[in-house]
């Protein structure tokens, strides 16, 4: 089974600056997808980007950007200019691309707090 | 589009207690899951659906837990008998396609 580990329970940045959220998994399979979700305090979960394993390219959106490494299995969260809006439980999750297989595995969360 | 909507957004129960909730997909979705999400935890995959059938269940899924999707738009999950170990927030989410699932506001259980 495929398990997923976010190793920083609780993570802090000052606002504008930059912080790089960590994630490793454990799977055996060769092609899978792998997502980085982010949870406000009572407000519902927000997918906030997205990485095809068989992509070398490492995904942007904006100011998040992800750095994929697959032999490692890591996959890292960096924010970018950090804004208070960014506060929130973030979520690294896996999906694998097999036939049937439908369901995200997510990680423990790291809770990020902005620092005006 | 209104979202993935979930129903009541709040629940307190007393143990030994039925209680079912409700989600409503994004329209034109045909896929919809549940999770499970307690305190401090990561979601946990519960079961999906795929239109009106019940592709996948999770083993946290037990004899007291069931979901159904009728005609394949909203769906309800039940806990029969709860117990203060399925205190939780249950989560909903829908997807369009393969890769992407939109979640809901979930509902927060609370059996006491």
């Known amino acids: 089974a495929q398990t997923v580990t976010q190793s920083q329970p609780e993570m802090s940045v000052q606002e504008a600056e930059t912080v790089t959220l960590s994630c490793t998994y454990d799977t055996s399979e060769s092609d899978y997808y792998l997502f980085w979700y982010k949870q406000p305090p009572s407000r519902q979960m927000i997918l906030v980007i997205r990485?095809?394993?068989?992509?070398?390219q490492n995904a942007t959106e904006n100011r998040f950007s992800v750095n994929f490494q697959k032999a490692a299995k890591s996959f890292s969260l960096k924010i970018s200019d950090s804004q208070l809006g960014d506060a929130a439980m973030y979520f690294c999750a896996y999906r694998s691309a097999g036939p049937g297989a439908q369901k995200l595995v997510f990680g423990q969360g790291t809770r990020l707090t902005i620092n005006p | 589009d209104t979202g993935v909507s979930q129903n009541p957004r709040h629940k307190i129960t007393k143990r030994g207690q039925n209680v079912t909730f409700r989600c409503d997909p994004i329209?034109?979705?045909?896929?919809l899951y549940w999770y499970r999400q307690t305190l401090g935890q990561g979601p946990e995959f519960l079961t999906y659906?795929?239109?009106?059938?019940?592709?996948?269940k999770s083993r946290l899924l037990s004899d007291r837990f069931s979901a159904e999707r009728p005609k394949g738009s909203f769906s309800t999950l039940e806990i029969q008998r709860t117990e203060q170990g399925d205190s939780a927030m249950y989560l909903c989410?829908?997807?369009?396609?393969?890769?992407?699932?939109?979640f809901g506001p979930g509902t927060r259980l609370t059996v006491t």
């Open positions: 990485q095809e394993a068989y992509k070398q």
């Open positions: 989410a829908s997807s369009p396609r393969v890769y992407e699932q939109y």
């Open positions: 329209s034109e979705h045909n896929r």
């Open positions: 659906f795929q239109n009106e059938a019940q592709l996948e």
